[in-house]
């Protein structure tokens, strides 16, 4: 009651304090910067590696395990994880909050660079990275149903052209999809002269556009797991015709 009596006695004063408090706080609101949708960075420095071909186990030991053992003595690291996938690998550097991000990518840049020689030489150059909350995607479409994956691609193109038009929009990016397609032009009469049916063809290239998965045991080492992908050569067209043509040769 002693603060209310006295705020009571005096309002002269405390309408003079209340005055001043939402005039500063009026000037304060107008000078701190907002943004609808703030960069908020991370302490994680995120490194990522492409080998082509090679299986999560292979990934884990022979990219993940030489890169974690360099992370783990960089200053201020405090965890290191990594996730291993077919052909590819993320490795994620957890730093303190107060540690500054922008030397933690330096220093994750040197480690690269010093146990690059250590990784595969097929494996593609590692891609440092930070976590910014602007990175991550707003906004996740998800197209399926196609048995045709050149029309599920025609339509994901459109929607990224769509989107990538609408103001505001940074980038829209198709995932999912392999880079290379393989379009066979059939010439029909030939098809007829040789006797050879289309489907006979599409067979061929469906047939032998495969992984085949086949574990080595290298004595010392242990098992090795690879996977060959088999490719549809000229003699494979050639022997269609021939079971065809057993006359000739």
């Given at each position: 009651m002693g603060i209310v009596s006295t705020a009571v006695g005096k309002f002269r004063t405390t309408l003079l304090i209340m005055v001043f408090l939402v005039i500063m706080g009026s000037l304060g609101r107008a000078a701190m910067p907002i943004a609808s949708n703030p960069n908020i960075t991370f302490p994680w420095v995120f490194v990522s590696v492409f080998l082509e071909g090679a299986s999560p186990e292979d990934m884990s030991r022979l990219v993940a395990k030489p890169m974690e053992n360099r992370f783990l003595r960089?200053?201020?690291?405090?965890?290191?994880?990594?996730?291993?996938?077919?052909?590819?690998?993320?490795?994620?550097?957890?730093?303190?909050?107060?540690?500054?991000?922008?030397?933690?990518?330096?220093?994750?840049?040197?480690?690269?660079?010093?146990?690059?020689?250590?990784?595969?030489?097929?494996?593609?150059?590692?891609?440092?990275?930070?976590?910014?909350?602007?990175?991550?995607?707003?906004?996740?479409?998800?197209?399926?149903?196609?048995?045709?994956?050149?029309?599920?691609?025609a339509i994901a193109s459109d929607i990224q052209e769509r989107f990538e038009k609408i103001p505001g929009v940074l980038g829209v990016e198709i995932g999912g999809v392999p880079e290379e397609l393989l379009e066979v032009e059939v010439s029909k009469s030939k098809l007829e002269s040789l006797g050879v049916s289309l489907g006979e063809i599409a067979a061929a290239v469906r047939n032998n556009n495969v992984l085949i998965p086949q574990v080595f045991k290298i004595l010392g080492l242990g098992n090795l797991q690879l996977k060959f992908l088999a490719f549809l050569k000229q003699d494979k067209m050639y022997s269609i015709y021939q079971s065809k043509h057993p006359d000739q040769k």
């Open positions: 960089l200053e201020g690291a405090e965890e290191v994880r990594s996730t291993n996938s077919q052909s590819f690998t993320t490795l994620q550097i957890q730093y303190d909050v107060d540690f500054d991000i922008d030397q933690a990518i330096l220093d994750v840049e040197r480690a690269v660079s010093e146990v690059r020689n250590q990784l595969p030489p097929e494996a593609e150059d590692p891609i440092v990275r930070e976590a910014a909350d602007n990175d991550m995607p707003i906004l996740v479409y998800s197209l399926y149903g196609f048995s045709n994956l050149r029309v599920g691609y």
